[in-house]
């Protein structure tokens, strides 16, 4: 099992950037595929971006070129680099882990991303 804690979020002017942090417990990180994805108020979750346990990544068509998705194994800890922010990136961030090889993913409670326009 591993636990997530996010930061990083905050109040941000449209055009902005902002570094989100997720960071993982255990000693297993480099055996999970690690995923963001985002809930805005009454919306349902949607996908963000990941990174596979390989350095694979993939990204929502809605942020790619903007946002960047990266795992640092050593410190257990993936990020996400959002740049040229628009309020419509405004929502609740989550991290979400899921181990090779099964379906089960872990969640954090989210940090709050909020873009001004």
């Known amino acids: 099992q591993v636990q997530l804690v996010e930061s990083g979020g905050g109040l941000v002017q449209a055009g902005g950037s902002l570094r989100l942090s997720c960071a993982a417990s255990g000693r297993t990180f480099s055996n999970y595929h690690m995923n963001w994805f985002r809930q805005a108020p009454g919306k349902e979750r949607e996908f963000v971006a990941r990174?596979?346990?390989?350095?694979?990544?993939y990204y929502a068509d809605s942020v790619k070129g903007r946002f960047t998705i990266s795992r640092d194994n050593a410190k257990n800890t993936v990020y996400l680099q959002m740049n040229s922010l628009k309020p419509e990136d405004t929502a609740v961030y989550l991290c979400n882990a899921v181990l090779i090889g099964t379906t089960t993913g872990y969640w954090g409670q989210g940090t709050q991303v909020t873009v001004s326009s």
């Open positions: 990174i596979r346990s390989g350095g694979s990544v």
